[in-house]
């Protein structure tokens, strides 16, 4: 059974920094990459940054430089580094996996709460 396990959310002040992180269990051999997404208020659900196995990384613009997502792959964990938040990242964080197949399987987190204040 796949499961994602996130934890690190919270609440931050504008130019602070939180971590965020997801361990994956579940047939993981079969991982093709993971990642965050967020969904505000209102939105729809938003890639923030992704992360293949080899450690080949993809951010969204508004993250670029500020965000920094790594894995463990001997542990299946992710990570999201966030640093100088704004209040424009407040939002639900959700951690996926895209798994090989065709088309490859997505799963994803219950979700982690980020809030940034001014």
């Known amino acids: 059974q796949v499961q994602l396990v996130e934890s690190g959310g919270g609440l931050v002040q504008a130019g602070g920094s939180l971590r965020l992180s997801c361990a994956a269990s579940?047939?993981?051999?079969?991982?093709?990459?993971m990642g965050w997404y967020r969904q505000a208020p209102g939105t729809q659900r938003e890639l923030v940054a992704t992360i293949t196995r080899g450690g080949s990384a993809n951010y969204a613009d508004s993250v670029k430089g500020r965000f920094t997502i790594s894995s463990d792959n001997a542990k299946n964990t992710v990570y999201l580094q966030m640093n100088s938040l704004k209040p424009e990242d407040t939002a639900v964080y959700y951690c996926?996996?895209?798994?090989?197949?065709?088309?490859?399987?997505?799963?994803w987190g219950q979700g982690t709460q980020v809030t940034v204040s001014t």
């Open positions: 579940g047939s993981v051999f079969v991982i093709k990459y």
């Open positions: 996926m996996r895209r798994d090989y197949g065709v088309p490859g399987d997505d799963y």
